[in-house]
């Protein structure tokens, strides 16, 4: 069975849902319950968190990218949980224009299908009665999706509270906490998001200062009353819905190489495929035994003159090549090319298995949904495969002289000049594969 949920949300990003999220899954995590937590939308990041704040993986879903049955798939993730918390992302109906699988891509779709009642989160700075206005619309604007109540962020003093909440009872808004404003909790960030959460030494000690700051201040029984799920969501499939690439896969994994959605790494054991790690920042190569590399993104950029001294990481890497597929994502295909160039302008020799060259300090931000129609294998497809993912990255394509891996387009069927490359046996795409697209766009 599958427990009931609800969906934390805002009007806007920078609002405190993140803030309310972990503190919430941190607090009821500690007195013992179960909380599953997933992530609306193509985030890498927050998912971490969420791990770290519940003990349970947290996993991503996305009605733009995933297919229903996938959809179905990711809630036995939540077998033998207590509770069900999800985070959205940006505003609570954010998407894109056109719509992909099963919707443009908004929390707002989530919370609707899976039945999980939306806890808006709203910044009351500056305003009072007026944000009953804001919490009004959102709550009837799509009147078929569940709607919980509020928890009014950065209130700035008690009568702020009062006057905040009298306007939330006039518009007939269920009101179910008031946090004041605390600098002192807070997250750092950097350009791709919130700093990942195996670098933040203290995590342990920020999550149990959120989860005391939200029990004080948020009537936490009230919003587990307010939890709900759709019953047709009851008994999930647990068939894998993502192609492995191969059955033993060598995966990159450190800081350097961290965003892989953890979805696809569970489709991938579900279909029965093995996942041996290793470290391109500590030198290491590639499981000799394993059929298949996968470089996914992170921050190359960053650790460029370290990956491009690891020696032993890029000969192996380049012997693997000679006769077993590798593929790389964002930052993972900027290491398989031959240059990438760091912020203060200056080039380093990354592996060489592709002619790429890249410069982080010419940045501008790529960022979207995409598309795929491959021309070319890759691994786990062929050519005519449609996949759907997601392009997050500021580093610019300096050269891309290889033969063109996709053809390549964004939500709103607009092509685009990141095609991935392939040459002999490596192939890379700056767009991270969230699921096998079954509906065109």
């Not at 008031?178 to 919130?194: K, Q, S, V, Y």
């Not at 690891?310 to 994502?329: C, I, M, Y």
């Not at 380093?348 to 790529?366: D, P, V």
Request: hydrophobic share 40%; aromatic share 6%; net charge negative.
């Amino acid at each position: 069975m599958i427990p009931n949920g609800l969906l934390i949300s805002a009007p806007a990003s920078g609002t405190g849902k993140t803030t309310l999220m972990l503190g919430l899954a941190r607090a009821l995590s500690r007195k013992g319950l179960q909380v599953q937590p997933f992530k609306s939308g193509p985030d890498y990041i927050d998912p971490a968190f969420h791990t770290a704040a519940t003990g349970r993986s947290g996993i991503n879903m996305d009605s733009w990218a995933m297919p229903q049955s996938l959809l179905d798939n990711l809630l036995h993730r939540a077998e033998g949980a207590d509770l069900v918390l999800a985070e959205g992302s940006m505003g609570l109906f954010d998407g894109v224009a056109s719509a992909g699988e099963v919707g443009n891509g908004a929390s707002a779709d989530i919370a609707t299908s899976m039945g999980w009642p939306v806890v808006l989160v709203i910044d009351v700075s500056g305003q009072a009665q007026s944000a009953a206005a804001t919490a009004k619309g959102f709550s009837e604007l799509r009147p078929e999706m569940p709607f919980a109540g509020v928890v009014l962020n950065r209130v700035a003093s008690p009568r702020h509270e009062m006057l905040s909440r009298v306007g939330m009872e006039q518009a007939g808004i269920t009101v179910l906490g008031a946090l004041p404003r605390n600098p002192d909790i807070t997250l750092p960030e950097r350009h791709l998001g919130l700093v990942q959460a195996q670098e933040k030494g203290d995590l342990h000690d920020v999550l149990e200062a959120m989860a005391d700051f939200v029990e004080k201040h948020v009537d936490v029984e009230m919003m587990l009353k307010m939890a709900g799920a759709q019953d047709h969501y009851r008994a999930p499939n647990k068939e894998a819905t993502v192609q492995p690439p191969g059955q033993r896969i060598a995966l990159a994994q450190d800081a350097a190489f961290s965003f892989v959605y953890p979805h696809v790494a569970d489709q991938w054991r579900v279909a029965g495929s093995e996942i041996l790690p290793f470290s391109p920042l500590a030198d290491e190569a590639p499981d000799p035994t394993a059929d298949i590399c996968w470089l996914p993104g992170g921050y190359p950029e960053l650790h460029a003159g370290a990956l491009a001294a690891a020696n032993h990481f890029k000969t192996s890497l380049v012997s693997f090549a000679a006769d077993r597929p590798v593929h790389g994502e964002c930052g993972g295909y900027m290491a398989m090319g031959d240059v990438l160039i760091d912020k203060d302008g200056v080039g380093h020799q990354m592996a060489g298995l592709l002619g790429l060259e890249t410069s982080y300090a010419k940045r501008k931000m790529h960022l979207g949904y995409r598309h795929a129609s491959l021309t070319k294998p890759m691994p786990g497809y062929k050519p005519g495969a449609r996949l759907r993912g997601h392009e997050f990255h500021y580093s610019t394509i300096l050269k891309q002289p290889d033969q063109p891996l996709a053809d390549v387009k964004d939500a709103n069927d607009q092509a685009i000049p990141e095609t991935g490359s392939v040459r002999g046996n490596a192939t890379g795409t700056f767009f991270h594969l969230i699921s096998e697209g079954r509906k065109g766009n």
